[in-house]
């Protein structure tokens, strides 16, 4: 796994077939994807070049029963997940796992922010750390927004107090509101925003680098999947596009060329 403390370094689909959804991110981002080995298990991760950048799951049958639908989630990198979650709770969030083992990786939670946005905590185990890589290169995450429950603000103070993230700027939108830029150290890695009526529920949205939005959103119909916005240019000349994969799980791209 990626990068350092604070900060998303993993990122997991699960969904309701798994081979499916393996053979359109494969066509759609071109990930290279091996088995993990993981015992009683089938668990595949994703790679950009040799990097593993994420990894694909079945949705396990206790959570189907509760309800989870095909979806992706994202593991912020915490030094410590089990005093986390407990801070996570304290400030009004919720856990819907507790913290756990993953057998030779690390430690693990799945949560969520008080206006509902389901993410995972992660504290690898000593060494697993990889250097950090460059947020633009294809089949990476770019950038990582929030459609915040409870409105951007709110959502801001809850991560900003649990993981040091800073605003950048704040965009007028009009009628929808303000767009947050936030980020590290000045650079920026994501947005927030108040979530649209429309959209079903809080959820982080991850943006994967392509190259060429045009041909992804052919690529994108031609295996299955739904184009629901876009292509559309946003501020610093980038196009993205939001969709669905075939099993309705949703995931956007992004790219720095038409």
């Given at each position: 796994m990626a990068q350092g403390d604070n900060h998303f370094i993993w990122y997991e689909l699960m969904t309701s077939d798994q081979p499916a959804a393996e053979a359109?991110?494969?066509?759609?981002?071109?990930?290279g994807m091996a088995d993990a080995g993981q015992r009683g298990m089938r668990y595949t991760i994703l790679s950009a070049g040799a990097r593993g950048v994420g990894g694909v799951m079945a949705i396990p049958e206790e959570a189907r029963r509760a309800g989870v639908t095909p979806s992706w989630t994202g593991y912020i990198a915490v030094p410590d997940t089990d005093a986390e979650a407990r801070r996570i709770v304290e400030s009004g969030g919720t856990i819907h796992r507790q913290p756990d083992d993953i057998p030779n990786v690390g430690r693990f939670?799945?949560?969520?922010d008080p206006g509902g946005a389901v993410f995972q905590l992660f504290t690898p185990l000593p060494g697993a750390h990889e250097p950090p890589i460059d947020p633009r290169a294809p089949g990476y995450v770019g950038w990582h927004e929030l459609l915040a429950g409870n409105g951007?603000?709110?959502a801001f103070a809850f991560y900003s107090s649990h993981f040091g993230w800073s605003t950048i700027e704040t965009l007028d939108?009009?009628?929808m509101g303000s767009y947050r830029i936030i980020g590290t150290d000045g650079v920026p890695f994501g947005g927030m925003m108040d979530k649209p009526a429309q959209a079903p529920a809080a959820v982080w949205n991850f943006y994967v680098n392509v190259d060429g939005i045009d041909a992804a959103v052919r690529r994108v119909e031609q295996h299955g999947g739904t184009v629901l916005m876009g292509p559309h240019?946003?501020?610093?000349?980038?196009?993205?596009i939001q969709a669905v994969?075939?099993?309705d799980a949703s995931f956007a791209l992004v790219s720095r060329s038409r």
């Open positions: 359109f991110y494969r066509a759609v981002v071109g990930w939670a799945v949560v969520a951007q603000a709110a939108m009009g009628a240019e946003v501020p610093g000349g980038s196009w993205i994969d075939p099993q």
